[in-house]
C-alpha cells in the first residue's frame, strides 16, 4: 500500500507565495519520479511540473520562473514552492508519483489533492 499526502494548500492573494509538500509513504521500493498536478473547474489535468530520480526538472511554461519543484529522496518528499502566485493559479493541486514497489512491480498513485485558491 503507497499512500501520498499532501499538504501547504491555502487562500492567499495575488503575488503571494506558498509550497506545497507531498510525502509518500508505504512500501516504496524505489520512486522513479515525483510530480504535481492541478485541475482547475471546468478543466483538464494539467501537469505543473515533475522532478525525475536524477533530479532532472520540467515544468509547464505558465509557471515557468515563478514555480520551483524540488525532491528530498531520503523522506520520499516532494515540493512545489509557487512564487508570485496568480489568480489562474488557482485549482485543485495533485501529488503524483510512478514508483516500484518491488524490484519488478511499479505503479503510478496519486495524492488526495489540496485546493490553492488564489484572490485578485
Known amino acids: 500500500q503507497v499512500q501520498l499526502v499532501e499538504s501547504g494548500g491555502g487562500l492567499v492573494q495575488a503575488g503571494s507565495s506558498l509550497t506545497l509538500s507531498c510525502a509518500a509513504s508505504?512500501?516504496?521500493?524505489?520512486?522513479?519520479?515525483m510530480g504535481w498536478y492541478r485541475q482547475a473547474p471546468g478543466k483538464q489535468r494539467e501537469l505543473v511540473a515533475s522532478?525525475?530520480?536524477?533530479?532532472?526538472?520540467n515544468y509547464a511554461d505558465s509557471v515557468k520562473d515563478r514555480f520551483t519543484i524540488s525532491r528530498d529522496n531520503a523522506m520520499n518528499t516532494v515540493y512545489l514552492q509557487m512564487n508570485s502566485l496568480k489568480p489562474e493559479d488557482t485549482a485543485v493541486y495533485y501529488c503524483?508519483?510512478?514508483?516500484?514497489?518491488?524490484?519488478?512491480?511499479?505503479?503510478?498513485?496519486w495524492g488526495q489533492g489540496t485546493q490553492v485558491t488564489v484572490s485578485s
Open positions: 508505504g512500501s516504496i521500493f524505489r520512486i522513479v519520479g
Open positions: 522532478v525525475n530520480a536524477g533530479g532532472s526538472t
Open positions: 503524483n508519483s510512478y514508483l516500484y514497489t518491488s524490484y519488478r512491480d511499479w505503479g503510478e498513485y
